[in-house]
């Protein structure tokens, strides 16, 4: 189980809450995570975000994809495998916050899970709102939290959204 946070990019004019609802109402029921082909430009802006958040997160680190085995398990050839899998996955270290941040060609995902409490969930959030202002400078994304059911402002939205996984995690 994890606090999830969803990123994207607001569409001007629209209330960003049933947009947010929406991209998240697809990813649960299986749609193609990474649709279309691949995007030269988006791969890079991915991989700078990703250096981004590796500067100021030195602990996360980006997942290598088995193409050959992916490829194998699902009946697809390698270059398949390759475009199905094309976003880039971001792991902090399991003894540390845990934090994982995917990054889409037009979205990204932040997930902490709910094994933090008091000043240790404090401070992981800490390097969460890092990483949430990273996407919002480089991206102009909106930040949806579905715990809250809100587009979260950085500026005043942090004791809210602690207090919201502390509560979470003191039911676990």
């Known amino acids: 189980m994890t606090y999830d946070l969803h990123a994207f990019r607001p569409t001007p004019g629209r209330d960003p809450i049933p947009v947010a609802r929406r991209l998240l109402a697809e990813q649960e029921q299986g749609a193609d995570i990474n649709p279309g ?4 430009a988006a791969e890079r802006v991915k991989k700078r975000l990703a250096d981004a958040f590796r500067r100021a997160v030195p602990e996360l680190e980006v997942f290598s994809f088995d193409f050959s085995l992916i490829a194998q398990a699902q009946g697809i050839s390698i270059d398949e495998a390759k475009r199905r899998y094309r976003h ?3 792991n902090a270290p399991d003894d540390g916050s845990g934090i994982q941040i995917i990054l889409y060609d037009d979205r ?7 094994w933090h409490g008091g000043e240790e969930a404090e401070e992981v959030f800490r390097e969460v709102w890092t990483c949430l ?8 994304y909106a930040i949806y939290d579905p715990q809250l059911d809100r587009i979260l402002d950085l500026d005043a939205d942090f004791d809210d959204v602690v207090a919201r996984y502390e509560d ?3 039911m676990i």
């Open 133 to 140: 202002g990273t996407l919002q400078e480089e991206r102009r």
């Open 168 to 170: 979470v995690v003191g």
């Open 108 to 114: 990204a995902e932040l997930h902490v899970p709910y």
């Open 88 to 90: 880039l996955e971001l």
């Open 37 to 40: 082909p691949l995007d030269p």
